[in-house]
């Protein structure tokens, strides 16, 4: 069982920066592979990026490649989505997940999910 929390949310200009973070609890942080999600009005939900275990395989959406990155600290049970360039259509709730499986496809399987935080990115 793990219990996520996201923060770092909030307004920013088109071609702005912000950093989201996901903080985890329990001892095995290091076990889960982490992914960030997001979630517009009236869309479906759609894969942002995710990162294994060991932070040693990313992967991302191509519409946030060149732009977001997703890291992780394993010391401080938390992943990051650093989102660079950011544009209109990045709007929507993010929510990072987590899944204790491995395996080299990181866009699914996912198990424990936080609440999400809100994205605006105003045109």
């Known amino acids: 069982q793990v219990q996520l929390a996201e923060s770092g949310g909030g307004l920013v200009q088109a071609g702005g920066s912000l950093r989201l973070s996901c903080a985890a609890s329990?001892?095995?942080?290091?076990?889960?592979?982490m992914g960030w999600f997001r979630q517009a009005p009236g869309k479906e939900r759609e894969f942002v990026a995710a990162?294994?275990?060991?932070?040693?395989?990313?992967d991302y959406a191509d519409s946030v490649k060149g732009r977001f990155t997703i890291s992780r600290d394993n010391a401080k049970n938390t992943v990051y989505l650093q989102m660079n360039s950011l544009k209109p259509e990045d709007t929507a709730v993010y929510a990072c997940a987590a899944r204790n499986s491995y395996g080299r496809n990181l866009r699914g399987g996912y198990v424990y999910w936080g609440q999400g935080t809100q994205v605006t990115v105003s045109s």
């Open positions: 329990g001892r095995s942080f290091s076990t889960y592979a």
């Open positions: 990162i294994s275990q060991s932070g040693g395989s990313t």
